[in-house]
């Protein structure tokens, strides 16, 4: 069988974690896997989509089967087990030289902008971090959604400390659940870069500064303090972004995408900019900040 993949949000950038094992499935049963290109006829064709704000893939393929799949498609639906307990497939990202897995699936939250609960139900465990880890890499990216809500995930960080391991939990680490102790296990970890949290709310304010303490508490480097900064109404996010800046956090703001499709503000776009650009975020206020459409802008 000869199978192509198409990753509908871009295949030069962060690994599709569920193309790269529907990759290593197919090859392990003899089968030929590429990337798609428009030359070729495929027997088999996978289109994955992640977010639901990217434009669709729209190009004629010419295969006797197309499988569509990925919460960019609003499908709930998870990769087969056979295909899931397969090893992801890093040649297809040749330029990828990180780990990324799963030590827990789902979240104990019940976020409204959120779909892995949806998706993935309560938090379960998925993988321990020595199957996560590649051979040939001591990084690790993390795409754990609550991992602090597990006690797996928490037994699998604290088997972590102290190993030549370097990690990164990239989708941000609950800070309403690093206490003393988990502060303690967190700091014993080798960090690529930041230790990450989020600070959605104007109400986790004061949860991201007793997490930040505890850290500080526990020897972590308050140089790698990082939070996620939803971006809905923008003058609360304003507040939440100088609070963390005063705290000694790196804020990093995120527009609002609706699920449905709706896109952010002009506004909601602009601040994310001026947050997320160093330069402009340290040589003006937010007040002062220039940018088209803005109202009362001096041309």
Known sequence: MKVGLVAVDGHNNFPNLALMRLSAWHKLRGDTVEWWNGFEHYDRVYR?????????????????????????????????????????????????????????????????????????????????????????SREIIFLDNNVLASDFGLEQIGRMGGEPVWVDFNQGLDARLITPETAKMLSRLHWIRFIRMSCDTSGMIPVVEQAAAYLREAGAAPSRFWAYVLVRDVEDAHRRIMALWEMGITPFAQPYWDYDGGEPTLEQKAFARWVNHRAAFHSCTWEDYQYPGKRGRIL
């Open 48 to 136: 994955s989509k992640v977010f639901t704000f990217t434009p669709d893939f729209n190009s004629v393929v010419n295969s006797d089967e197309i499988i569509t799949g990925g919460t960019g498609y609003k499908d709930y639906r998870t990769l087969p087990p056979e295909v899931e307990a397969a090893p992801p497939d890093y040649s297809i990202y040749p330029q990828f030289k990180r780990a990324i897995g799963f030590l827990t699936r789902g979240c104990i939250r019940r976020c409204e902008y959120c779909i892995v609960p949806r998706k993935e139900g309560t938090i379960h465990p998925a993988a321990t971090w020595k199957e996560i880890k590649r051979p040939d």
